[in-house]
């Protein structure tokens, strides 16, 4: 069936650092991918998404690009701040998402 | 963006006993509604997924009769835990979706509810 490996954290970066999480999917036919954000207390968001292979979603700074050869997903941004600290899930489907497991970022000044 | 809110956000009962939690749509008609439940660090799971006055088509493994969901209408759905249980203890999410917003089918995320049973 579907689902999602993602890179477990916590992750802790300083700000203005590079970060990536990684994430690796696998399913049958061709999904949309998703990367979803938690901010404290707050519900899930969409933070970016792709719905074909070679495709970059990006948003706020944050990018993805589907890669269908390593059946990936890895999030990235250049340069982070205090406010990205947050928990982030990778997802895939369509109407039905199934979730990665969450990674915790922690970003100090 | 579209919001979603969730009623209560924490809620502690006695074994046994029932517990609803409200999903609500604010400036948006979903069309379905989707629960899910996260246990600690671990993904989201989901559970059901309800459209406005139809039956909810459960996920293998939930089981009906102890997690009713009614979507009685275009902004609200509920989840009932019946004779709610210390393992029934979670942190229950919904998310809404439209058909025909800008963002396609995109799920609108409630803020969640934490069950916890005594």
């Known amino acids: 069936g579907d689902s999602v490996t993602q890179m477990e954290g916590p992750v802790t970066l300083s700000e203005e650092a590079f970060l990536t999480i990684n994430c690796t999917y696998t399913?049958?036919?061709?999904?949309?991918l998703f990367w979803y954000v938690q901010y404290p207390g707050e519900g899930l968001q969409l933070l970016l998404k792709?719905?074909?292979?070679?495709d970059k979603g990006s948003n706020k700074g944050f990018e993805a690009t589907y890669r269908k050869e390593t059946t990936s997903f890895h999030l990235e941004k250049g340069s982070v701040q205090v406010s990205d600290s947050a928990v982030y899930f990778c997802?895939?489907?369509?109407?039905?998402?199934?979730f990665g497991t969450g990674t915790r970022l922690t970003v100090i000044p | 963006g579209a919001v979603v809110s969730q009623h209560p956000s924490r809620v502690i009962c006695k074994s046994g006993t029932s517990v609803k939690i409200e999903c609500r749509s604010l400036d948006f008609q979903a069309t379905t509604m989707f629960w899910y439940r996260q246990f600690p660090k671990q993904s989201l799971m989901l559970m059901a997924t309800?459209?406005?006055?139809?039956?909810?088509?459960?996920e293998q493994g939930v089981e009906k009769d102890k997690f009713l969901i009614n979507h009685a209408s275009l902004t609200l759905s509920t989840l009932t835990v019946t004779s709610a249980h210390p393992e029934d203890s979670s942190f229950y999410i919904c998310?809404?979706?439209?058909?025909?917003?800008?963002?396609?089918?995109?799920?609108?995320f409630g803020p969640g509810t934490r069950l916890t049973v005594l």
């Open positions: 997802a895939l489907g369509a109407n039905n998402l199934f």
């Open positions: 792709a719905t074909k292979a070679d």
């Open positions: 399913a049958t036919g061709y999904p949309s």
């Open positions: 998310s809404a979706s439209s058909r025909g917003t800008s963002g396609g089918d995109e799920q609108f």
């Open positions: 309800s459209n406005e006055g139809s039956k909810a088509t459960y």
